[in-house]
Structures are given as structure tokens and as C-alpha cells.
């Protein structure tokens, strides 16, 4: 049985109506892949691409989504808390 990233994100989210991952290196691209597989089917998918000198270009280039550090992302979520927050 093969497992990689791809293969739990699809498991993971396959019930769900949205989905994001946020990824660093090659081995994300898996994650990538499965979030495009589960839009095919109706999930709402973002692919986050933390990008630093050592990330590769590929990874950057399929993200819907580019942030700099993982204080980015930080402040992403926060964001993404505080709009739901406003709409509720």
C-alpha cells in the first residue's frame, strides 16, 4: 500500500466541501495533485506554496497561493478566521 501526502489529503478531505494545503518542498506536490482530483468532484481547493530559495519551482508554479515564510501562512489563517468571524 502506497501512502503519501497525496493520498492522505485526498482520504482526509474527501467528504468535505473545501480543502487547502500548504506545502514547502517536492514531496507536496502529491498534495497538490490530490486537491486537484477532489475539484474535479466539487471540492473547493487552494494550494498554498511556502516559497524560499530551497523550494522548487514547480511547487510555486501549481500553488494558487505564494507566501514567503511560515509567518505567512500564520497570518493568512488569522485572516481567513477573521473574515468568517465578520460573516457570522
Known sequence: LEV???TVVENLAE????ACFVGDDVGDLAAFAALDRLEAK?????RVAV???ESPPEL???ADLV???PQSVKRL???LVSA???KT
Do not use: I, N, S
Open 42 to 46: 466539487g471540492t473547493r481547493a487552494v
Open 4 to 6: 503519501d501526502k497525496g
Open 15 to 18: 467528504t468535505c466541501r473545501a
Open 77 to 79: 489563517f488569522q485572516a
Open 51 to 53: 516559497a524560499d530559495e
Open 67 to 69: 507566501v514567503a515564510d
Open 60 to 62: 510555486r508554479a501549481r
Open 84 to 86: 468568517a468571524a465578520e
